[in-house]
């Protein structure tokens, strides 16, 4: 497995080695033995969730503030611009982000660690994504930042107005969001 450091630097991408032939393919998603020596990471996944999106969706940008999580994720049908934005006051990068296509063809994955709002676009019909999260969902705890706050300036690859939840839509912006500290 490759992994190379983002443009927020704890952001990681990972590649994984895939074997093909004729008959279709096969990688390892994840070894947390592995997962620990390329990282430096010491991440104990406790939940696994499985998303499915029609093209041109918008999820995010959610985060915890408390039993905040850290996620592991890829793409196994489709494609999205995945997104991570530093909402660590004392960070360096605070307000800061960065985005990549994941997709079932390049299968390669993004760790995102607790302290980051995540979102994502669906680029294709019926994109499925999984994702490992370090900490268990608490609702009462999630946060959503806005998705289209002009100070975060993200520059989604839209084809005309995004899908979004209600709760999306009510996304405060960065300058008034509770963040981490």
Known sequence: MKVT??????????EPRVFGDDRGFFLESYNKRMFRELTGVTAEF?????????RNVLRGLHYQLKQAQGKLIRVVAGEIFDVAVDLRRSSPYFGRWMGLNLSSQNKRMLWIPAGFAHGFLALADSTEVLYKTTDYYAPEHERCVAWNDPDIGIEWPLTGTPLVSEKDRRGVVLKVAETFP
Do not use: M, T
């Open 46 to 54: 406790v939940q696994d969730n499985h998303s499915r999106s029609a």
């Open 5 to 14: 450091p983002g443009a927020l630097p704890e952001v990681l991408l990972l």
